[in-house]
């Protein structure tokens, strides 16, 4: 049993290595509710987007298996499952839809139109059956998902697609309603011990959504849509204690390297949510009474116990709706009893069938070879404060992709923050809401010049400009360490070259400090040494520079506008330009017009870093628009030979930023 236990405690460190101490995975669902609380500004909007899947979960597996998905309803349309709930909305304004189950398998329902009302959307995928207006699911989906690109697929109810080779994608179309199910409230009988009653009633408070699929055994699959619990499933992973949380992860990772390991995609009959469904169940049944690290192994077997019994009987009861058998469709008959070959031939090897997994194999190994080492499970020995911190900001950089199509809704977004700031925060969620509010700040300003450009009134214009240099000048305040270069830029698209100048030469100073944490490149000991044991946000304030996104209506620079222009064709929207190059490049073409000598300066500048450059300060993948650039500036000095070699250049590296149509213009342009 001793020996149990430090296999447990071992498999349990790697766990943390691989998925995320509880620090960490914290901190990634603050940001990412933080975010969600930011989106509440979709409520004026006609469709309203929810995240869902593994990544909102906290996952960061290396391999596949840490899914981006999201969910899609318009907002002026609320599903209902009995007239009597019209009473809560005007229907004047909201299109009512009602469910109808009778005749469709558990976990689905018809959707029809009382009232025959609804968007353009919907009302096309109507189909009348014995006098009714049902909205089908096939044809909705197949309305809703033209616009995806053309590398995604259909999957059940969602266009999927993969980002990287790395990370999966499901987005899916559906509908929400606002009260729980009849057929789940037997859920809310059998929480005795978990979830906690506050997670009960936050669940149940909150209702369900409707994605777009039928069941193949039903009566109207190409109609029916499935009930789905994506927000209450989040809401129970959270509610998980970390070692519970890690099991899923070890079957997630069970399940990919393991069970589907070697199998095409059309024999992988168990899939992620299947385990996520034993884990729920295991942890309701209260089998295991301690789920702390010296018995995650013991937290596994049992959960494969239970799988595996599944698939013997040939019923997988979902969570919510236990009649719902989740393996009708696919788990029966000769898969079924193929399946359950596997499995047992699996379970007859004991907990050391986890030595075939890659990723745990040498944790196992390690305890093995050493029974007399103890294994400490301090998860603060596993990653210093730089590390976590490193994490945390690509984090918030990955999630600040906001997009603002006017001034009104920066305001809008401006009043959101403001109600936030009144919330208790996370330190995450408080240094997220800073990044998201100097962004917010940034787009306002750009707008602000916008409307400045476009009037000849000089007592507006000077107005305007003071408006755009304070919000720029707050954005830099709020930001990290490089965001001072939008004031650079704000300054050459105005033609002040002197003040850009100036800006840059700042700029400089705080860009060459040692400390400087930039992606995953910081030297650790001098970061802690000028920040440690201070604020996250001033962290980011002192110490991170981010790379800048170059948008549309955001302070554009035109000599990128070709590439500006090939990148959005190519449905990218914004270039991702390293803060060293775009430094390099802005002194460059602000000197031109005031000091020559220095303008050769930073051009020579510019190509050793471009040139010489390890991924430090330039990141192989955008290297594509360094080169770029380095061959605008020498393009522009009439250096047409190095100009064409950094194009061809350009054209080599990986095409992040989608700019090859551009520079190939601009090599046919050297030619003529």
């Not at 309203?48 to 349309?77: I, N």
């Not at 929480?191 to 055994?217: E, M, T, Y």
């Not at 500048?605 to 360094?626: A, F, K």
Request: aromatic fraction near 10%; include cysteine; charged fraction near 20%.
């Amino acid at each position: 049993m001793m020996a149990f236990s430090k296999l447990s405690d071992s498999v349990y460190m790697r766990m943390c290595q691989d998925i995320g101490t509880l620090q960490q995975v914290t901190s990634r669902r603050d940001i990412t509710d933080m975010l969600e609380l930011l989106d509440d500004i979709q409520k004026y909007d006609k469709v309203r987007s929810m995240r869902t899947g593994s990544y909102k979960e906290g996952f960061r597996l290396q391999v596949r298996g840490s899914d981006v998905d999201s969910m899609f309803w318009p907002t002026d349309h609320r599903v209902i499952w009995n007239f009597s709930q019209t009473l809560y909305y005007n229907v004047h304004i909201k299109a009512m839809i009602l469910c109808e189950s009778s005749e469709s398998p558990p976990g689905y329902t018809l959707l029809w139109l009382p009232y025959e009302g609804a968007d353009t959307r919907v009302l096309s995928s109507c189909v009348r059956m014995n006098g009714v207006l049902y909205i089908s699911s096939s044809k909705y989906r197949d309305i809703a998902h033209p616009s995806m690109t053309c590398d995604a697929i259909a999957h059940g109810p969602c266009r999927s697609g993969t980002v990287d080779g790395v990370i999966d994608y499901d987005i899916a179309h559906g509908f929400v309603s606002d009260f729980w199910p009849p057929s789940a409230y037997s859920w809310i009988d059998r929480c005795h011990s978990w979830p906690l009653p506050h997670v009960v009633n936050d669940i149940v408070r909150n209702g369900c959504h409707f994605v777009a699929i039928g069941n193949k055994q039903g009566n109207h699959a190409d109609n029916e849509w499935r009930i789905s619990f994506s927000q209450a499933e989040y809401k129970l992973v959270c509610s998980m204690n970390h070692t519970q949380f890690l099991t899923y992860g070890l079957l997630k990772l069970f399940l990919n390297e393991i069970i589907n390991n070697g199998l095409r995609n059309e024999d992988k009959l168990l899939c992620s949510y299947h385990m996520k469904t034993a884990v729920f169940w295991a942890i309701q049944q209260d089998t295991l009474p301690h789920w702390c690290p010296q018995n995650l192994l013991a937290g596994f077997w049992l959960c494969f116990k239970l799988l595996l019994k599944w698939v013997y009987e040939g019923i997988c009861p979902n969570f919510f709706i236990p009649a719902n058998n989740m393996f009708l469709s696919k788990i029966h008959g000769e898969a079924q009893t193929t399946l359950y070959s596997r499995l047992y031939g699996l379970y007859e090897k004991g907990i050391a069938l986890l030595l075939q997994s890659p990723s745990i194999r040498s944790s196992i190994i390690y305890v093995l070879c050493n029974p007399g080492l103890a294994v400490c499970t301090d998860e603060h020995t596993l990653i210093s404060e730089a590390g976590f911190d490193v994490e945390l900001f690509c984090e918030i950089n990955r999630s600040d992709g906001q997009y603002k199509k006017d001034l009104q809704h920066c305001m809008k977004t401006l009043r959101i923050i403001e109600k936030q700031i009144a919330l208790p925060l996370s330190q995450c969620q408080v240094v997220m809401l800073q990044k998201y509010t100097a962004t917010t700040f940034l787009y306002t300003s750009a707008m602000l010049n916008n409307m400045c450009t476009n009037t000849r009134v000089n007592k507006q214009v000077y107005i305007s400009s003071k408006m755009v240099s304070h919000m720029l000048k707050l954005a830099a305040k709020f930001g990290c360490v490089s965001d001072i270069l939008y004031i650079a830029m704000y300054y050459y698209n105005t033609l002040k070259y002197r003040e850009a100048l100036s800006i840059i030469e700042m700029t400089k100073v705080k860009l060459a400090q040692p400390y400087l944490m930039y992606n995953e490149h910081v030297d650790r000991e001098r970061y802690t040494e000028a920040v440690g044991r201070q604020s996250l946000s001033t962290k980011m304030r002192r110490a991170v520079i981010m790379d800048i996104r170059h948008r549309n209506g955001m302070f554009l620079i035109n000599e990128l506008m070709p590439e500006q222009w090939s990148s959005g064709q190519n449905r990218h929207p914004f270039l991702l330009i390293p803060p060293y190059v775009l430094l390099h490049m802005l002194e460059f073409l602000c000197s031109r017009h005031v000091d020559t000598v220095r303008a050769q300066t930073a051009l020579n500048e510019l190509q050793v870093l471009v040139h010489y450059d390890q991924g430090h300060l330039v990141p192989d993948y955008n290297r594509d628009i360094s080169w770029e650039i380095l061959g605008i500036c020498q393009q522009i000095t009439g250096n047409l030979q190095a100009a064409l070699q950094s194009y061809k250049q350009s054209l080599r590296q990986y095409s992040f930023n989608e700019i090859h149509t551009a520079t190939i213009h601009r090599i046919r342009d050297i030619h003529l």
